[in-house]
Nanobody, 118 residues
Framework: QVQLVESGGGLVQAGGSLRLSCAAS????????MGWFRQAPGKERDFVAA????????FYSDSVKGRFTISRDNAMNTVYLKMNSLKPEDTAVYYC???????????WGQGTQVTVSS
């Protein structure tokens, strides 16, 4: 069972940047698609970005496309989310998730808070 631990959240002013990290442990990471989701207060958890095992394919929500970049280091079992040009509406708890090949999102981290002040 893969365990995920996020880090890198915090408070930043609008226009600033943050880089989130997600470290995986406790099982094989091989073949997993990794993703980031976020949940703002009173709202549903929304998809942000995903990256396939090889890193050859990335996917982004329209709201973050061009501002956020997802990447991974399989040797380090870590996935990253670089967030630039942050907006107050990016404020949320950000969750890392893993999806085994041919399966659904089945592993989740505990989340890290990102707060963007105006």
């Amino acid at each position: 069972q893969v365990q995920l631990v996020e880090s890198g959240g915090g408070l930043v002013q609008a226009g600033g940047s943050l880089r989130l990290s997600c470290a995986a442990s406790g099982g094989t990471f091989s073949g997993y698609t990794m993703g980031w989701f976020r949940q703002a207060p009173g709202k549903e958890r929304d998809f942000v970005a995903a990256i396939t095992w090889s890193g050859g394919n990335t996917f982004y929500s329209d709201s973050v496309k061009g501002r956020f970049t997802i990447s991974r280091d399989n040797a380090m079992n870590t996935v990253y989310l670089k967030m630039n040009s942050l907006k107050p509406e990016d404020t949320a708890v950000y969750y890392c998730a893993a999806r085994p090949s041919g399966s659904s999102w089945s592993n989740w981290g505990q989340g890290t808070q990102v707060t963007v002040s105006s």
